[in-house]
């Protein structure tokens, strides 16, 4: 399977610890997003790489967020210090700049904080 | 403020009977448009787009119209088959070719009804 792959796809953990989720894009994509979804919403947008830069933080990624793309391939997004309110879907997707916005949406993390 | 909108949360559809599925947007700096289709606990799956320059795409039993002047888009499924049963997601961005940054409406929930 060559489509976006994230891991692990659910995670329950106690507030207050960290987490972090994987993403690992389509070969050759250069761009990777990283989206969130709360129930009942459509996707909304953290942060996007193009190769290892990133290029774009959304006001909703707060300071116990981060994003990292450390050799233009894979990412991860880290929480710290987990809140009930950061329970929701992640979403990561990739894209090559050359082909427009036609962006790939992998199956998304789950993450509930209880 | 919701630039995105889908003011139908849910749709129910007979099956061989077609589907339209409505977008509503406010922001005149969006140029692309895209229609994801989402099955629970997956990522969305794209599905069709359309620019700007054009008022329509076909692919498929897809189709989308966009008319620029009201802000508005549709998606028609014709026939609609019952793996068709989805939550559709519209989603817009402001250029065609680089900031590639989604802004996704609420979605609807299509049922396809045999």
């Known amino acids: 399977d060559t489509g976006v792959s994230q891991n692990p796809r659910h995670k329950i953990t106690k507030r207050g610890q960290n987490v972090t989720f994987r993403c690992d894009p389509i070969s050759e994509h250069n761009r990777l997003y990283w989206y969130r979804q709360t129930l009942g919403q459509g996707p909304e947008f953290l942060t996007y790489f193009q190769n290892e830069a990133q290029l774009e933080k959304s006001r909703l990624l707060s300071d116990r967020f981060s994003a990292e793309r450390p050799k233009g391939s894979f990412s991860t997004l880290e929480i710290q210090r987990t809140e009930q309110g950061d329970s929701a879907m992640y979403l990561c997707a990739s894209s090559l700049r050359a082909s427009g916005n036609t962006i790939y949406f992998g199956e998304g993390s789950w993450l509930t904080v209880v | 403020d919701q630039q995105v909108k889908q003011n139908s949360p849910s749709l129910s559809v007979q099956e061989g009977r077609i589907s339209i599925l409505n977008c509503d947007y406010t922001?005149?700096?969006?140029?692309?448009f895209l229609w994801y289709k989402k099955y629970p606990a997956e990522g969305p799956t794209f599905l069709i787009s359309i620019s700007s320059i054009k008022d329509k795409n076909e692919d498929g039993r897809f189709t989308v119209f966009l008319n620029k002047s009201a802000k508005h888009l549709s998606l028609h499924i014709v026939p609609s088959q019952p793996g068709d049963s989805a939550v559709y997601f519209c989603?817009?961005?402001?250029?065609?070719?680089?900031?590639?940054?989604?802004?996704f409406g609420t979605g609807t929930r299509l049922t396809i009804i045999p």
């Open positions: 989603a817009a961005s402001p250029s065609n070719f680089g900031n590639e940054k989604l802004t």
């Open positions: 922001n005149s700096m969006f140029d692309y």
